[in-house]
């Protein structure tokens, strides 16, 4: 399924999107209606519930037209945000254009930052101002949400713990992040103003035909780009992890517990951000300015639009 967070008069609420637009759980059977984040955590009760529903029949009044909904984040307020660093190509053209070797311990193990889980936010509109403006960048990233409580899994147990996929967009404040990470403990304010997620979260039965078995986990086989004003500016391909999800959250719930609804980021595919681009003389110090359109498209997790808009309040 894909499952939506929405907005209506006012009132949020999750669906799934159908053919014809968005069938709303909770209008439908009161059991379901709960925030995203609940069906995610009672997700073996209320997900066989949520495929009869949409397996119909439904009303056609029932159905709520794409066009009269807001779409917010799928979890628009997860308990926790990790992103990873799992694109060996992009590390090492990031790296070079710095002038800098390719870092060994990249090879050792998988890693990740937390980001600011309180600043989600889904499709529409990015609104950011001050110096998130200097040098603003998108990044193109596939994320995966926890599924259920879990703490020093397997491989196998970690891959079961997904409960679906999403795409990620890791907007970041190029000028603020590196000033700050001369100082070698994160990217924090460069990264903390919004992470984009959506514009549904689609659940890993439905991934099935993309998601290959390996010794390192399952492999998401999934074509990623990204359009900037409708010109197409990158191209990867989720199959391209250096780790997969499934050792990511291996090396994330080491010692730790994961809980449902975490999220944890890919990390960059190769050329997914103007940092690499315009280090790679792809493009010519191109970054985001208001009024621009960044659409992120994942095969079978949809598209994820934003435009910018400059908003001196934030």
Known sequence: MKLVTFERGGRESIGAVAEQGIVP??????????????????????LPVARSVVAGPVPDRAIVPLSEARLLAPIPRPPSMRDGYAFRQHVETARRNRGLPMI????????????????????????????????????????????????????????????GYAIMNDFSARALQME???????????????TAIGPWLVTRDELADRLTPSAAGNVLHAGMTAEVNGVRVSRGDAADMHWTFAQI??????????????????????????????????????????????????????????????????
């Open 249 to 314: 959250l291996e090396r994330a719930g080491d010692g730790v517990t994961l809980f449902p609804g975490d999220v944890i980021g890919s990390g960059t595919v190769g050329t997914g951000c103007f940092l690499e681009l315009n280090g790679s003389k792809i493009t010519h110090d191109q970054w985001l300015h208001p009024g621009d359109a960044i659409s992120l498209s994942v095969e079978g997790l949809g598209t994820l639009t934003h435009r910018i808009v400059e908003d001196p309040r934030c």
């Open 104 to 163: 060994e311990e990249f090879d050792r193990f998988p890693v990740f930052y937390f980001t600011n889980h309180q600043a989600v936010i889904g499709p529409g509109e990015l609104r950011v101002g001050r110096r998130r403006l200097e040098r603003l960048d998108f990044e193109l990233e596939v994320a995966a949400v926890v599924g259920r409580e879990v703490r020093n899994p397997t491989l196998e147990e970690a891959d079961d713990a997904i409960f």
């Open 25 to 46: 759980f909770g209008a439908l059977v009161p059991e379901l209606d709960v925030p995203m984040l609940e069906l995610v955590r009672r997700s073996p009760a209320l």
């Open 180 to 194: 700050e990470m001369k100082l070698n403990l994160g990217p924090a304010k460069g990264k903390d103003f919004a």
